[in-house]
């Protein structure tokens, strides 16, 4: 996939028209259309603007590697008011018990987590 047909993506699940788009980043309509359809190249400046205005990943949109959208800080906080309160006991449990670890008990769960990922990623 090309850089104009990540961004023909990125746009179009923001839901936004090429006006719309371009928009919020400083462009007109023609210039995100002649970029999308790749008969322009994207700019580094615009590449960066498309990263800091919608929130995606800048490895994503130069490389199609990882996810299309980065995480917040904002946004995981809230994900974790909901799950504190939701009516789950378990994941509210999980993360009292993260809580109470000190930072010797994180590196060892760290440890243990790539040991799980790595034994997983040889099985298959």
Do not use: H, P, W
Not at 48 to 67: M, N, Q, S, V
Not at 91 to 108: E, G, Q
């Amino acid at each position: 996939m090309t850089q104009g047909e990540r961004i023909k993506e990125i746009r179009k699940s923001l839901n936004l028209t090429l006006e719309k788009f371009g928009e919020k980043i400083g462009v007109t309509k023609t210039a995100i259309s002649r970029i999308e359809k790749g008969e322009r190249g994207c700019t580094e400046q615009m590449t960066k603007a498309i990263c800091r205005e919608f929130g995606i990943d800048y490895i994503f949109l130069t490389t199609g590697e990882g996810e299309m959208f980065v995480d917040s800080d904002d946004d995981f906080i809230e994900k974790i008011d909901r799950i504190m309160a939701g009516e789950n006991d378990a994941r509210k449990n999980i993360f009292k018990f993260m809580l109470s670890l000190n930072d010797d008990d994180i590196a060892a769960l760290g440890r243990i987590l790539d040991q799980m990922i790595e034994f997983f990623n040889e099985k298959d």
